[in-house]
């Protein structure tokens, strides 16, 4: 059974930094480098929000607008992990945040759709369960 678990997640000051971490579990590090790797975050009555994705290499990565130069993503395909790390946090960022996959469908494997649709969650049917990140003095 293939399942992704997020951590990492926790109470910060503004200004401070967190690393996410989403480990995959029920793959070879070999089907896992073929899937790439996208997070996603939802606050409080808002819809959930594309923030970064990793191609399966971990050569090219998108992150969006409201995160970039805060925000890096990394992956490890010998662990099966994709990372988050955060920096320069802001109240704003509080959310739950996921990671995800396109297991079923690859749609992702694409280097053009990849760049066109990573942060849409509907090529994504593979979720965490997600880990709460509160920005709060």
């Known amino acids: 059974q293939v399942q992704l678990v997020e951590s990492g997640g926790g109470l910060v000051q503004p200004g401070g930094s967190l690393r996410l971490s989403c480990a995959a579990s029920?793959?070879?590090?070999?089907?896992?480098?073929?899937?790439?790797m996208g997070w996603f975050r939802q606050a409080p009555g808002k819809e959930r929000e594309g923030i970064s994705c990793i191609d399966r290499s971990g050569r090219s990565t998108y992150y969006a607008d409201s995160v970039k130069g805060r925000f890096t993503i990394s992956r490890d395909n010998a662990k099966t992990t994709v990372y988050l790390q955060m920096t320069s946090l802001k109240p704003e960022d509080t959310a739950v945040y996921y990671c995800?996959?396109?297991?079923?469908?690859?749609?992702?494997?694409?280097?053009?759709?990849?760049?066109?649709?990573?942060?849409?969650?509907?090529?994504?049917?593979?979720w965490g369960q997600g880990t709460q990140v509160t920005v709060s003095s």
């Open positions: 029920g793959f070879t590090s070999r089907s896992y480098s073929t899937y790439a």
């Open positions: 995800a996959t396109d297991l079923s469908s690859s749609t992702l494997i694409d280097p053009i759709t990849l760049a066109h649709q990573w942060n849409s969650s509907l090529p994504y049917d593979l």
